[in-house]
Each structure stands twice: as C-alpha cells, then as structure tokens.
T-cell receptor, first 114, second 113 residues
C-alpha cells in the first residue's frame, strides 16, 4: 500500500458527461501528479500540483482540469467526455516537486465512457 | 512523438534466468531515468533509477545499465523469480527533477517455472 488513496475505484459514465476523480496524497507529501494510462497511449503525465499551485502540465486536454485544495487532496475534473477518455487515471504524490523524490502511485480510478 | 521507446513488448523468461528490457530516448536533455514495476490492479511503483553521471546502478537483483552516447538504458533482472512477473516501464525526465516523466510503452514480463 503506497499510502495514496483514490476514489472512486471504478466509474462508468456516458459521452458528454463530466466526472470528478479524487486523490489523497500520502501524509506529508506536498506534490500531487495525475497520469492517464490507456492501452494505445501508455502512461502519460497530465499535470503536477505542489502545495496548491500548478507546477507543470503534460499532455492534458483542455476539457480536463485539476486543482489541489488546502488540505492537499486533489481533484481531476474531466468534462465533455469522449469514448477515448476511457482509461485508468492514476494519482501519485511525493514530498515535494522539482526534485528527485520518489513518486508514490495510488491504485487508480478506472473510467469507462459509454 | 514518442520520446522513450521500450522493447520488447512482452518477455517470457525461465525462473533463474536473466530478464533484459531495453529503452532508448531521443531527448538529450533527459537526466533522470527510473524504472517502474506494475502488478495487475495496482499503480506503478518505483523499482530503481539512475542519473547519467554513472553507467550502472545495482540494487539487489535489479541493475540499470546506462549508455549516454547511445541514448539507451536497460533493466537487468538477475535470477528472475515468478514474483517478478509484472509490467515494467522505463521513464525519463528533463533536468530539475522528476515531475515531467515520459514513460515507455511497457514490457509485460512473465517468469515461468
């Protein structure tokens, strides 16, 4: 168990809908990262938040947004969902960003868009 | 544009044998190269990582070999065990930390008795 929790475990929704994925980092970790894992694209970095502020963006679509709250949990919002958004979404946390601290991954949320 | 190419896609090795997974990168600015292990239903977990100032790093049965001039790095698993059966991902990130990891496509390793 990495200490990173993600909810929900599974999410099934329809095209055009909006969903929110939640991540609670390990105790003491200030950085939260979001990744998308799909069969055709592999594991892709989406976005990094450090202590409430956005630090880096990867291949994140404009329909997706994220935020990190004062209690350091983070939410990833996916809107106008398309079939191709079906994937596993992982959150990871580390002590701080802009360093080589290990990223600890949560168990993931499996999103299915029908 | 895939910046980290990983091979093979799948690998079957006999118990006790050596498992070798290779990665090649394009961006010469990358300066951190981790390997992650992922079991079914779990998130990836850091296995071992290397910076380009060394050519090899060993932790137990796991070794990273790094060839800066060839822009390649590989994972060697010695005395492979059934418990090593998992998907392995190489990754790389630009200077300044590991916040923007670019991952390879993964290798599904199966260790047979």
């Amino acid at each position: 168990d990495s200490g990173v929790t993600q909810t929900p475990k599974h999410l099934i929704t329809a095209t055009g809908q909006r969903v929110t994925l939640r991540c609670s980092p390990r105790s003491g970790d200030l950085s939260v990262y979001w990744y998308q894992q799909s069969l055709d694209q592999g594991l892709q970095f989406l976005i990094h938040y450090y202590n409430g502020e956005e630090r880096a963006k990867g291949n994140i679509l404009e329909r997706f947004s994220a935020q990190q709250f004062p209690d350091l949990h983070s939410e990833l919002n996916l809107s106008s969902l398309e079939l191709g958004d079906s994937a596993l979404y992982f959150c990871a946390s580390s002590v701080r960003g802009y360093s080589y601290n290990e990223q600890f991954f949560g168990p993931g949320t499996r999103l299915t868009v029908l | 544009q895939q910046q980290v190419k990983q091979s093979p896609q799948s690998l079957i090795v006999q118990k006790g044998g050596i498992s070798i997974i290779n990665c090649a990168y394009e961006n010469t600015a990358f300066d951190y190269f981790p390997w992650y292990q992922q079991f079914p239903g779990k998130g990836p977990a850091l296995l071992i990582a290397i910076r380009p100032d060394v050519s090899e790093k060993k932790e137990g049965r796991f070794t990273i070999s790094f060839n800066k001039s060839a822009k390649q790095f590989s994972l060697h698993i010695m005395d492979s065990q059934p418990g090593d059966s998992a998907t392995y991902f190489c990754a790389a990130s630009p200077p300044g930390g590991n916040e923007k990891l670019t991952f390879g496509t993964g290798t599904r390793l199966t260790i047979i008795p």
